[in-house]
């Protein structure tokens, strides 16, 4: 049987001129993702990632006029250097969320020659979430947070 596509998914192609295995590195470095995490000028004031399938995350990201937006997720699958899957449906332990917004897909494909093939999706169970997320700026925001990204991942 063939698996169904996602549905409602939002999706960020980039090539990266920084490897696989950094680009994942400052995925799952939390002391660093207020480097590149959210487009400037918001930041990233507190992260916590415990990097294993179930275990649960935690990023708060302060806009520059006081706004909080605090992230409560689970990890859903981690292939090292390869893959990242996360989602809001659980805060923490399989306790569902108020509001499950997303899941999160990050692929990392090593294109060689220190380059990588960097996707990000964004699965949403409705499309009014898609829609809204659109709304937000996805391809704009997830685009800068890309750039960002390769960035920090050339300092590792």
């Not at 487009?39 to 004031?45: D, E, F, Q, R």
């Not at 332990?93 to 108020?98: D, Q, R």
């Not at 809204?132 to 050339?154: N, P, S, T």
Request: charged letters at 25%; aromatic letters at 10%; one cysteine or more.
């Amino acid at each position: 049987m063939t698996p169904k596509p996602p549905p409602h998914p939002l999706q960020l192609v980039r090539k990266r001129t920084a490897p696989a295995d950094k680009l994942y590195k400052a995925w799952t470095t939390p002391e660093r993702m207020g480097e590149w995490f959210c487009p400037k000028p918001w930041k990233v004031t507190e992260a916590r990632l415990d990097l294993r399938p179930g275990g649960s995350n935690y990023i708060l990201m302060e806009g520059p006029n006081g706004e909080k937006a605090p992230n409560h997720g689970i990890y859903l699958e981690i292939v090292p250097n390869r893959k990242l899957v996360f989602t809001d449906a659980f805060t923490s332990a399989w306790v569902p969320s108020e509001k499950p917004f997303m899941t999160g897909i990050i692929e990392f494909e090593d294109l060689g020659n220190g380059r990588t093939k960097y996707t990000a999706t964004a699965v949403h169970w409705t499309e009014e979430d898609k829609k809204a997320h659109e709304e937000m700026g996805f391809h704009e925001g997830w685009g800068i947070v890309a750039d960002q990204l390769e960035e920090v991942a050339k300092t590792f």
